[in-house]
């Protein structure tokens, strides 16, 4: 182990102490959540959440939201943004999906290697590497480590990461500093610690439980 990865680990275990196991909202099916996180793009959880609900209220199955018509698909996910980006792009990963297994059952996933199974989802048009973490995590219980806006601004302002890399750099290299049992609670405590106090444009460091192993803060108390 580098000592790197033994910051990145005494970082977790120092934000399990200050906010304790934390835990997500009851899993979705492996398609729902891939679609609820293609809702998510570039918008935040509750308009995410008003469009996936307001989808489902529309259209009761994922076979009638394949099957509608784009234009219904666009009014009913209207609250995330982008509908227009979104709503065709669902109905194509839905009609992908159903076309090569012939149900929207992605259970499968768990049975294939990791870089496999996320290989599978990323070959989808709109599903990058933080959609099929977040699929492979939540809702399949694999190793994968999700890398949303906030985890990608306090790993670079800490250190954890080289402050050039990209997003999709991060994702592996997040992976290969931390424990595969310890991606769940590091990404939720991680996201914690950037909307909390890891603001964007104001970081409240003199309340930063990790500010003596930041980069960025004054390693004062």
Known sequence: MNKLSRRAIKIHKILLDVFGQPTWRT???PVDELVST???QNTNDLNRDRAFNALLAKFPTWQDVRDAKTKDVIAAIRPAG???QKGPRIQKVLHAITDE??????SFLKELPIEEARSWLTKFNGVGPKTAAIVLCFSLNRPAFPVDTHIYRVTGRIGLRP???TVEQAHPYLE???PPETYYAAHLNLIRLGRE???????DCPHCPIR???DYSPKTT
């Open 176 to 178: 290969s500093l931390l």
């Open 212 to 214: 003596k192993l930041c």
């Open 197 to 203: 106090i890891c603001h964007a444009r104001k970081p």
């Open 163 to 165: 402050e050039k890399m």
């Open 38 to 40: 293609i809702l998510s």
């Open 101 to 106: 297994r012939g149900s929207f059952d992605l």
């Open 82 to 84: 982008l509908a227009n």
């Open 27 to 29: 899993p979705l099916p």
